[in-house]
T-cell receptor
Framework: GAVVSQHPSWVICKSGTSVKIECRSL??????MFWYRQFPKQSLMLMAT?????????EQGVEKDKFLINHASLTLSTLTVTSAHPEDSSFYIC??????????????FGPGTRLTVT | AQSVAQPEDQVNVAEGNPLTVKCTYS??????LFWYVQYPNRGLQFLLK????DNLVKGSYGFEAEFNKSQTSFHLKKPSALVSDSALYFC????????????WGAGTKLIIKP
C-alpha cells in the first residue's frame, strides 16, 4: 500500500517551453503533497508543500510563478515548470502524506522525474 | 534552527561486516525520525521510522536504528552488509508540533565492497 507514482519518469524539453509533472497517490488519499528538487549527489531540497484545495506554500527562494503547483484532488498534484531554462534541469521528486493518518507521519515518495532542458 | 546532520559523506564497508550510518538531529519537541534509501536515478524508499516506544526500531532489508535521546542520535545499522545495500541513505526528522515537513540530512553514500 501507499504507492505514489510520477509521470513522466523523464522528460527533455526545449528552453522556453513548459513542462507538467504529475504526482498521484494510487491507493490512498493524500491531504498533503510535497515537491522536492534534487541536484546531483545532493540532498533533497523542499520546494513547496501543497494541501488539497488550497494554494501551495513555497519555500524561500522558490519562484511560485515559475513552479506552478496544483493540488486539485486528494490523489493528484501537478508541478508545472514554466518557461523552462537549462538551469531548471534536475531530478524532481514528489511525496505524499496519508490523509487522517497523523500517527504515521510518514511521507511516501514517488520515483522521481528527470527533467532535462536543452 | 532545526537540523539533521549526517557527518559522513561516504561509508565504506566490506561485505559481511556490520555497518553504521550516523545521524544526529536537532528539532524542537519530541522528534519523529526516519531513514530513507535512494538507489541511482530512483525515488526514495522508506526504511524505518521512530515515533515513540522502543528505542530500537527494526525496518526493511534487515536494517535497524537506535533512538538515543541523550545523544540526539538515530544511527542506522545492519549486522551484516550486502553489496546490494550500496546506495544513498538519508536521515530525516520532524518535530511533533510541526506540520508534515521533514528536515533532511545531506545523505551518506554507502559502499559495500565484495
Amino acid at each position: 500500500g501507499a504507492v505514489v507514482s510520477q509521470h513522466p519518469s523523464w522528460v527533455i524539453c526545449k528552453s522556453g517551453t513548459s513542462v507538467k509533472i504529475e504526482c498521484r497517490s494510487l491507493d490512498f488519499q493524500a491531504t498533503t503533497m510535497f515537491w522536492y528538487r534534487q541536484f546531483p549527489k545532493q540532498s533533497l531540497m523542499l520546494m513547496a508543500t501543497s494541501n488539497e484545495g488550497s494554494k501551495a506554500t513555497y519555500e524561500q527562494g522558490v519562484e511560485k510563478d515559475k513552479f506552478l503547483i496544483n493540488h486539485a484532488s486528494l490523489t493528484l498534484s501537478t508541478l508545472t515548470v514554466t518557461s523552462a531554462h537549462p538551469e531548471d534541469s534536475s531530478f524532481y521528486i514528489c511525496s505524499a502524506s496519508l490523509a487522517g493518518d497523523r500517527l504515521s507521519y510518514e511521507q511516501y515518495f514517488g520515483p522521481g522525474t528527470r527533467l532535462t532542458v536543452t | 534552527a532545526q537540523s539533521v546532520a549526517q557527518p559522513e559523506d561516504q561509508v565504506n564497508v566490506a561485505e559481511g561486516n556490520p555497518l553504521t550510518v550516523k545521524c544526529t538531529y536537532s528539532v524542537s519537541g519530541n522528534p519523529y525520525l526516519f531513514w530513507y534509501v535512494q538507489y541511482p536515478n530512483r525515488g526514495l524508499q522508506f526504511l524505518l521510522k521512530y515515533i515513540t516506544g522502543d528505542n530500537l526500531v527494526k525496518g526493511s532489508y534487515g536494517f535497524e536504528a537506535e533512538f538515543n535521546k541523550s545523544q540526539t542520535s538515530f544511527h542506522l545499522k545492519k549486522p551484516s552488509a550486502l553489496v546490494s545495500d550500496s546506495a544513498l541513505y538519508f536521515c530525516a526528522a520532524r518535530s511533533g508540533d510541526s506540520n508534515y515537513q521533514l528536515i533532511w540530512g545531506a545523505g551518506t553514500k554507502l559502499i559495500i565492497k565484495p
